[in-house]
């Protein structure tokens, strides 16, 4: 890829930064506002936001011939990409407006962390050129987006319940939304979340074996994706037959995102894996 | 100006068996304004009457006007004038204006922010309109108070957060549950306050209704009387599988569910959330069943609590409210003020005057052929058409005639001149 387009596609990228920023402002401003018309604003500049992102995505793509996931910083505006877009999918899927709150905020921040990595250009990756493995990030960043979406949903579930069993009608009872819709958000994002993991680690496993000769080699990541893999499991499993809905499951997705973050961040910068030739 | 005079009395100043007495039906209304429209120092009236308040508004046309109403009020309830003359209020010009919008906008009432007090105003103008009690400037005044009303309950937070404890938790209702149409209630027991909160659940849609009586009739009856499923007490523990809402108030002395009853009936229906309100005094429900996952009681005083700071938190709001109405009340002054016949004449004037010396500017600046005396001449001509053609419109409207109603005439020209420009709304 020239400088030159590299150069536009940065700018791209800032201009992507500040209309997530704006639109995180309009976000906060309707927490404390409750106005309709701000939250579609905001909403309307997510929008925009993720549209002029996912056309720097493809046209990167289209010169670099495959996903631009080689650096840490090309992961991160990935993982803020597919926020966005998950966003504004559960945004409409569930009505919780609100949930913009947490995910504004989040994507901002994990777009500037992208924006301020410093990059290593000119490695030329061959391994990544291959369908499995972008079907595998493609799934991987969505369903860990609805994940962390989920989180947000149970932090707000967790807010929301706490007022109302100690009976304080505090700044956010008003403001949150019901109990069900939050829970039935939350829920709504594990079983997307968790669809897309399970697509993507079978992918990733598929491709492993196309490169590495077999499905499994007890690296790291592989076995905290798998750990992670199955703790949601267990909280679909125990949500299905034993009624862990509402404070429980809150409280499981939160634990679940922090695993997946660590498998996501943690994994690469204090363990190693072989994952590592991806996110130098 | 046209002065706008209120007398009432409220709440605030008098006893109810005062109020009792000074309240007016609606065909009193019709009669007492069909008498107050013959009075000849009276040229516009209108009465409004609900269980808090008596008020009459209108716009004297002569002396004594007041003591005109006064007397009208003992003569047509029948009491004598001392009596209530003490509970009266009286209000003129900006501070009848004020009072009329506070009353609409509900910052007047018992409970404030209460949503009645509108539409009952609006009724009552209806009637005065109807009985052609009503003129020119309460029209207008009343159209404005309309609006400032509606405005205040949009902008500010008066109508905001339930004020009675059956209302309070419904609310409660709409925060554990998204959809009350999807969900069940059961009322144990009767009571007043318990059955006007399974009312307001109905007002919802709620999907269905279970009582529960140990008397099996009560529960028939009271069932039939919401559409509901009448039971026995004995079935009460089973039918907590069923319904997502409780509402007890029985008269029982020890509890009627305990803790460790509801958890139970958790652990079967899977932690599906259950909300209990309990409004009988001494409680029916245990109250460390708040302490269960994904159940939530809430006693009678929980609810008090809310709300009281839900008034709390209406009073605040009736700041912001004052601000609106102030504002409002300046505006209806100023086009008060512009009723009056010189300022009336002075814009139509002016308006006309602008238009002829446009036109002619925008005609001569076009024909430079023309020599400055030939333009000095058409531009006394075109002055004189201006003020020929006002001279008799002007006339009329100093002087409309004996018996005429001049608020009338000078709203008519405004109108026809359209020289409310800034005042676009309605």
Not at chain 1, 14 to 35: E, H, R
Not at chain 1, 170 to 180: A, E, I, M, T
Not at chain 2, 73 to 85: H, P, R, W
Not at chain 2, 182 to 205: C, D, F, Q, R
Request: charged content about 20%; glycine content about 6%; hydrophobic content about 45%.
């Amino acid at each position: 890829m020239t400088i030159q387009i590299s150069e536009n596609i940065n700018m791209l990228l800032y201009f992507v930064t500040f209309l997530y920023i704006s639109s995180m402002s309009g976000y906060i401003l309707y927490l404390f506002k409750q106005k309709d018309k701000i939250e579609k604003t905001a909403l309307f500049l997510m929008g925009a936001g993720f549209l002029f992102h996912f056309i720097s995505l493809i046209i990167e793509s289209f010169f670099a011939g495959t996903l631009p996931a080689h650096t840490m910083g090309q992961n991160l505006s990935i993982a803020a990409l597919s926020l966005s877009g998950a966003f504004i999918f559960f945004r409409y899927r569930s009505k919780l407006k609100i949930l913009g709150v947490f995910a504004s905020p989040l994507t901002v921040f994990i777009m500037i962390a992208a924006l301020v990595t410093p990059a290593s250009p000119g490695k030329e990756i061959t391994a990544i050129k291959s369908i499995w493995i972008v079907s595998h990030i493609s799934l991987i960043f969505i369903g860990e987006a609805a994940l962390a979406l989920a989180c947000g949903a149970g932090i707000l579930y967790l807010i929301q319940e706490r007022g109302i069993k100690k009976k304080k009608t505090g700044f956010f009872y008003r403001r949150l939304p019901s109990l069900d819709l939050l829970d039935y958000t939350s829920y709504l994002c594990i079983v997307t979340g968790f669809t897309m993991l399970t697509f993507g680690l079978v992918t990733g496993f598929i491709y492993a074996k196309s490169i590495w000769g077999s499905f499994w080699r007890w690296d790291p990541k592989e076995i905290w994706s798998v750990a992670t893999w199955l703790f949601y499991a267990a909280l679909l499993h125990f949500r299905l037959v034993s009624g862990w809905q509402g404070k429980k499951s809150a409280i499981m997705t939160i634990i679940g995102f922090a695993a997946l973050l660590f498998t996501f961040l943690g994994v690469n910068l204090f363990i190693g894996s072989h994952h590592q030739i991806f996110t130098k | 100006m046209p002065e706008i005079i209120l007398i009432g009395a409220n709440h605030k100043t008098a006893s109810i068996e005062l109020r009792e007495c000074l309240t007016f039906s609606d065909d009193e209304i019709v009669q007492a304004l069909e008498q107050l429209k013959q009075k000849e120092n009276i040229r516009e009236v209108f009465l409004f009457s609900t269980c808090n308040r008596t008020e009459v508004l209108f716009i004297p046309n002569g002396e004594n006007n007041i003591e005109t109403i006064k007397n009208f009020l003992a003569e047509f309830k029948n009491i004598a004038l001392t009596q209530f003359e003490d509970s009266l209020y009286i209000y003129k010009g900006s501070d009848a204006i004020n009072h009329l919008f506070n009353v609409a906008s509900s910052l007047d009432s018992m409970v404030i922010g209460e949503p009645q007090i509108l539409g009952q105003v609006k009724a009552a103008f209806k009637t005065a309109t109807k009985n052609n009690s009503s003129g020119v400037i309460l029209n207008r005044l009343l159209h404005k108070t309309f609006s400032i009303a509606k405005r205040v309950r949009k902008e500010t937070g008066i109508g905001d957060n339930a004020v009675s404890i059956s209302y309070a938790a419904v609310e409660l209702a709409g925060k554990i549950f998204s959809d009350l149409s999807t969900k069940s209630v059961m009322l144990i027991g009767t009571g007043e306050m318990a059955e006007l909160a399974v009312e307001h659940l109905l007002s919802k849609n709620v999907k269905k209704i279970i009582v529960a009586n140990r008397t099996f009739e009560n529960a028939v009856n009271l069932a039939e009387k919401f559409y509901g499923q009448p039971v026995k007490l004995e079935e009460m523990e089973q039918m907590l599988q069923e319904v997502d809402i409780v509402i007890s108030s029985t008269g029982a002395t020890q509890y009627i569910l305990t803790q460790s009853q509801v958890k139970e009936v958790m652990r079967t229906r899977k932690n599906r959330p259950l909300f209990f309100i309990d409004i009988a005094l001494p409680r029916d429900i245990d109250p460390d069943v708040n302490k269960i996952n994904n159940t939530y009681l809430y006693d009678i005083d929980d609810l008090q609590n809310i709300v009281n700071e839900n008034i709390g938190k209406r009073e605040k709001e009736t700041v912001k409210a004052q601000r609106l109405i102030e504002e409002a009340v300046i505006k209806f002054n100023k086009w008060l003020k512009d009723l009056e016949v010189v300022p009336t004449i002075i814009a139509v004037k002016e308006k006309i005057e602008k238009i002829t010396e446009i036109e002619t500017e925008k005609t001569l600046s076009t024909m430079n052929h023309l020599s400055k005396k030939d333009t000095e001449a058409i531009k006394r001509m075109t002055k004189a058409i201006a003020t020929r053609i006002m001279h008799d419109p002007i006339r009329f409207l100093k002087e409309p005639g004996a018996h005429r109603e001049n608020p009338f005439y000078l709203n008519a020209a405004r109108q026809i001149f359209d020289l409310d420009l800034n005042d676009k709304e309605k």
